[in-house]
């Protein structure tokens, strides 16, 4: 059990996907028709939401999932897992006669990666849950969703919450427009910036992005950028560009979601920071997370911001 779970600490909620990652490690990602001896297979825990969840949780932060399983073994022992690692999992749903979500991951030497996700019990997570989880969802001080469960219930669930709202638009959508008025934090990466603004984003023209996604309605535009950190820009914020520290990337999945975890953490332990500094450190965070293999296990405990000027 990583954190100690306070039920009058301000609540980190998470409204999304978990994953069983089944993960080969080869040289390289084969090509299309091509089979490729690995060198390796993990299973491990995963899903952008639990990614997320277990991030905060890792971190200190008052951890809350609501997402559904299937009725196989994975089920209960994800449930298990989330509870040990001091989820709280009273919001965790089992939906009969359906897999929990896999998703197959392939990692080569250079850290590149390759995904296929099948949804299972994660496509059942309905406006009705939301609704079921009024009480929860509205009272999260920081709620997160993300675009690996069903749209409709995301942005149900972010009408009813009245705290900081934080959606990270992965993976890649371009009709999520109804959701960013609500949005506190939109945080995403190059791939999806582009795809959700229609320009082909990078550090250099990331300016025009962050302008386009506040004018659509969100507060606050995050776009990461892998190794080069990320920029971001707010309604009373002009863009700029927080710096990563240079490190050896081993296994770059679940990189975003370390960061989306962390900062959810970071907004409610170090509120008075300035906003910069957050960004600075939950970079710091999916930077460590990048040097390890695996995702959830890849993630630091007991990690505080070092405050310096990023
Ligand atoms: P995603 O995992 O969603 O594709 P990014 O690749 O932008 O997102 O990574 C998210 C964050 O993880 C970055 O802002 C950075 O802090 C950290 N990160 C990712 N890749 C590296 C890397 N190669 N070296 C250092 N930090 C990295």
Avoid at 34 to 51: D, I, Q
Wanted: glycine share 8%.
């Amino acid at each position: 059990m990583y954190s100690h779970q306070n039920k009058n600490s301000p609540k980190i909620v998470v409204f999304g996907s978990c994953s069983v990652d089944f993960t080969t490690y080869a040289p390289r990602l084969p090509n299309p028709g091509e089979t490729l001896h690995g060198t390796k297979f993990t299973t491990s825990y995963g899903g952008k939401g639990a990614n997320q969840c277990v991030a905060a949780a890792k971190l200190g932060g008052n951890a809350y999932m609501i997402c559904r399983v299937g009725d196989d073994q994975w089920g209960e022992k994800y449930r298990n897992h989330l509870k040990e690692t001091g989820v709280d999992v009273s919001h965790v749903y089992i939906t009969p006669n359906v897999t929990t979500g896999i998703a197959q991951i392939s990692v080569a030497d250079n850290g590149e990666n390759q995904i296929v996700i099948v949804l299972g019990a994660n496509g059942h997570l309905s406006k009705k849950d939301a609704a079921d989880s009024h009480e929860l969802i509205k009272s999260a001080d920081v709620f997160i969703g993300q675009l690996e469960t069903p749209f409709e219930a995301t942005l149900e669930a972010f009408k009813i919450n009245e705290g900081i709202k934080l959606l990270n638009a992965a993976p890649a959508r371009s009709d999520i427009q109804e959701i960013l008025p609500y949005c506190t934090i939109l945080c995403l990466n190059e791939f999806e910036a582009s795809m959700l603004t229609n320009l082909n984003v990078n550090l250099e023209n990331a300016v025009d992005a962050l302008n386009k996604l506040l004018s659509a309605g969100c507060q606050t535009v995050i776009i990461t950028l892998g190794s080069k950190g990320a920029v971001y820009a707010s309604k009373d914020e002009p863009p700029t560009h927080v710096f990563c520290e240079p490190v050896t990337a081993v296994d770059t999945t679940g990189a975003g979601d370390a960061f989306v975890g962390a900062l959810a953490t970071f907004l409610l332990s170090h509120k008075d920071l300035p906003m910069h500094q957050k960004i600075g450190a939950a970079c710091e965070v999916a930077s460590i997370s990048v040097t390890k293999e695996g995702t959830q296990t890849s993630y630091p405990t007991n990690y505080t911001p070092f405050i310096k000027q990023y």
